[in-house]
């Protein structure tokens, strides 16, 4: 209702007032140079094919000379790495080549730095150019990835002009933005990131009014959310510190093989063609993570705090910090304690069980499994 009335007293007043109006330069920044987790959640998302699937292709491109070692976290192209040699090798190509000479004549830009180093291994970048013809089909679109990103990462940002309107009409306040995209740039060879502009807006001056030619008043309402994608996964994990950029897609496909958990088909994939696969809890998922949950562990196998815990303190080894006896002192007394606890409350499981995979004492759980 009060809706409505608002709505009303906009109608009645007939004619708007701008009252701010704010033009700024804007930009999309470039990617930052490919890591191995990143690989995995943009992998899955735009190659059609699940994380484990693209980590063994690029281990395989690793092993052909095409491209460097793809398990990472460094984000940081070192000072004096030659980028420029490694750009050249790519100008042959039909599809990115023009794009790489025309880096090299010119429009060259440093890479971006990102926040982790693990003095190992530098990111993911092409060593050697290969034509697509030579390569299957999987190593092709993990291969042309790779280069693409790594062209984008060596490209200036994507440049544009950001438009924001407010108006008075009756007695509330509307606002406006729209977006003009100027120079493409990066975006020209990394399709994999969408920038474009919006409608564009009218031409206006603060303290004019206008008469607008139609106004709507519209339903909405929420939704719940959607089940977890693989690439919004792994950014959990890797947010949460479950495996490493390692050893995530092994998880992964630990959990399916186990069918905790089933895919399907979900949202369109940009650019790729297919869908990304999202992951349903089957009922022996859901049963084990109540189970878990029911024991009244201080940290519960269900959450991810006791793996995240066991992981801060391998990089405290790592650091000098911590020794390595200590470490697994503590880590063996902490999961034999989880392990007594849950030896001695197993029933807990075994209901949770009868509840959700044989349907026993009503509820239901997630997909079948």
């Not at 059609?48 to 460094?74: C, F, H």
């Amino acid at each position: 209702m009060t809706v409505v009335i608002l709505f009303e007293r906009c109608l009645a007043a007939r004619h708007a007032k701008v009252i701010r109006l704010l033009k700024k330069p804007t930009s999309k920044w470039k990617p930052l140079p490919l890591t191995t987790v990143e690989l995995q959640k943009l992998g899955s998302r735009f190659l059609r094919m699940d994380s484990q699937r693209v980590m063994k292709v690029a281990e395989d491109l690793y092993n052909k000379g095409w491209i460097s070692y793809p398990r990472t976290e460094t984000d940081v192209f070192d000072k004096g790495m030659d980028l420029r040699r490694l750009i050249e090798r790519q100008t042959q190509d039909n599809a990115w080549g023009q794009y790489a000479q025309g880096l090299l004549d010119g429009a060259f830009q440093q890479p971006r730095g990102g926040r982790n180093n693990d003095q190992a291994h530098p990111p993911i970048h092409p060593v050697n150019y290969v034509a697509q013809g030579s390569l299957g089909d999987d190593e092709r679109r993990v291969y042309e990835f790779v280069v693409r990103r790594f062209l984008a990462c060596c490209s200036d940002d994507a440049k544009g002009e950001s438009t924001t309107v407010e108006i008075e009409y009756g007695s509330e306040l509307f606002a406006a933005t729209g977006l003009l995209v100027l120079e493409k740039n990066y975006l020209l060879v990394y399709p994999y990131d969408k920038w474009e502009s919006s409608q564009q807006l009218p031409h206006f001056t603060v303290g004019e009014t206008f008469e607008p030619t139609e106004a709507n008043m519209t339903e909405g309402e929420t939704s719940a959310p959607g089940y977890l994608t693989e690439p919004e996964l792994i950014s959990l994990m890797d947010a949460n510190g479950i495996g490493t950029d390692a050893t995530m897609a092994e998880h992964i496909a630990k959990i399916k093989e186990r069918e905790y958990v089933m895919t399907q088909g979900g949202e369109r994939s940009r650019g790729s063609g297919g869908s990304i696969q999202q992951f349903i809890p089957t009922t022996l998922g859901v049963a084990l993570i109540e189970g878990y949950d029911s024991i009244g562990l201080d940290t519960s196998l269900g959450k991810p705090f006791l793996r995240k815990e066991m992981e801060i303190k391998m990089k405290e080894i790592c650091a000098g910090r911590k020794s390595r006896n200590d470490f697994v002192q503590e880590t063996l007394e902490q999961y034999r304690d989880v392990f007594v606890r849950t030896q001695q409350q197993v029933e807990l499981l075994r209901a949770a069980c009868r509840k959700y995979v044989f349907g026993e004492g009503g509820g239901g759980g997630g997909g079948g499994g």
